[in-house]
């Protein structure tokens, strides 16, 4: 059933990724109007494969805002993962180190949860729905232009937040000279495939070979989540599932360990970049999650810093709705943006721990090798990674429960 093209609202939500869709939920929950635009249909949204780990953090909004039942019925909560290198595997054991653990549960069923949450509570949640343009940002009625059923139609609001992306329109609608941006391009891809095979191991397995990184992760006792370092340039057609099982199995190579292989039912290739664009807001208009910033997955940042940017925006939200003071507002990008270079910081220190380059060269592959070693002898060193793995607490929880 289509939804009738809104015009007015407060809040005009741009995306229904995990950001677009947690800032509606947080919002409207607490009798905000808000309008979520989604240029894709719900059943493209809610298969797409992506993000497969929640941070503490990302657990307790959704615990706290009644988000929660699928995560806690389905999800699996994990207290370490594995480093493995040279023929050796180590853990690391999160409550042990940072007193946090994480937990496995993908954000395809993330994103199936909110969507379901909306449309029972009747919220306006359009999708099919492209926004064009974003402007009127400096004025106090900003607009999105948007199609919707084959028309064109302008939404009016009090404040816009693009939730729409790294391709999305949002990011654009800030004037270049307010803009400042930061990219890191790397020179390989990750091949991510889902198969019908129980998991080889309880927790994620995080693999540096000499022939490239790979990644064991899961998405339930019966299905597992892998991942495997190709060139940047990865060919789908070059990588048949036999290839793809053999590389696998090469670089998880560990006495006595043997990795259960079974159908491939869905493979892709995902480029690896890292990106920010400051600030992430200008005027009536807030940036959050995808659309002001991107991380390599090895830290498994992107979908948890999409749900603390919105956490913290819709706490500031509601307290400028409340008071009228707009205060944290104002502080909203220097505050999320502490938290987004953090863990730029820490997805670019894996992704250059882990994964072999083309250019490397036998100095920098001892290199990794000491710096994994310490990882795994030192506590302090230990420790710096459970903290940032598991993510810190998140901003702004309190107002929103
Ligand atoms: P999203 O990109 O998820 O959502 C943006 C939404 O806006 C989309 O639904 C899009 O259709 C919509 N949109 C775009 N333009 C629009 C317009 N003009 N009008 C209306 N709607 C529009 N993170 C991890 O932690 N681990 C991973 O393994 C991992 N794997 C990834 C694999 C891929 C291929 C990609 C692209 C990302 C991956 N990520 C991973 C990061 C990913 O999880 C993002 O961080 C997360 O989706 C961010 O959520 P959003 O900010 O909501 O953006
Ligand atoms: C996933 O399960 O998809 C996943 C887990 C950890 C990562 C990246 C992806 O670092």
């Not at 407060?10 to 995990?18: E, Q, Y």
Request: hydrophobic residues 40%; proline residues 6%.
């Amino acid at each position: 059933m289509s939804h009738p093209a809104p015009a007015r609202t407060r809040v005009a939500i741009i995306g229904a990724g995990p950001a677009g869709l947690l800032l509606g939920h947080l919002l409207h929950r607490k009798g905000v109007d808000t309008v979520i635009l989604e240029n894709r249909d719900r059943p493209y949204v809610e298969r797409r494969q992506r993000a497969g780990i929640l941070e503490q953090g990302t657990v307790d909004v959704l615990r706290a805002t009644g988000a929660a039942a699928g995560m806690d019925a389905r999800g699996l909560p994990h207290d370490g993962i594995e480093l493995r290198f040279a023929g050796e595997s180590h853990r690391i054991d999160f409550p042990a180190l940072c007193g946090r653990s994480v937990m496995v549960y993908a954000q395809t069923e993330v994103v199936k949860d909110l969507i379901a949450l909306r449309l029972e509570a009747g919220a306006p949640l359009l999708f099919e729905a492209e926004a064009l343009n974003v402007t009127g940002i400096e004025g106090d009625a900003p607009q999105v232009r948007y199609r919707y059923e084959g028309e064109e139609h302008t939404l009016t609001a009090e404040y816009v937040v693009a939730c729409d992306g790294f391709h999305g329109v949002g990011r654009r609608a800030v004037p270049d000279a307010a803009r400042r941006t930061f990219e890191r391009v790397y020179p390989f891809s990750w091949l991510g495939v889902l198969a019908d095979v129980p998991p080889s191991c309880d927790e994620l397995i995080y693999a540096h070979s000499p022939a490239g990184f790979a990644l064991h992760s899961m998405r339930s006792p019966e299905v597992s989540r892998l991942y495997v370092q190709v060139p940047p340039d990865a060919d789908l057609a070059d990588w048949p599932d036999e290839r793809i099982w053999e590389a696998l199995s090469d670089r998880f190579a560990l006495d006595g360990w043997k990795l259960g292989t079974g159908p491939i039912t869905e493979k892709s290739v995902t480029p690896m970049r890292s990106f920010v664009t400051e600030p992430m807001r200008h005027g009536r208009l807030f940036l959050a999650g995808d659309a002001a910033h991107i991380v390599p997955p090895t830290g498994a940042k992107g979908l948890n810093l999409a749900a603390a940017d919105v956490t913290l925006l819709a706490s500031a939200l509601l307290h400028r709705f409340a008071t009228g003071d707009e205060s944290r507002l104002d502080s909203y990008s220097e505050d999320a943006l502490a938290r987004v270079w953090r863990a730029e910081h820490f997805s670019y220190t894996m992704t250059s721990l882990l994964h072999t380059s083309p250019e490397d060269d036998p100095f920098g592959h001892r290199l990794q090798l000491a710096h994994l070693r310490y990882l795994v002898s030192s506590e302090a060193a230990a420790t710096s990674l459970a903290e940032n793995y598991t993510g810190l607490p998140l901003p702004g929880l309190d107002a929103l429960v």
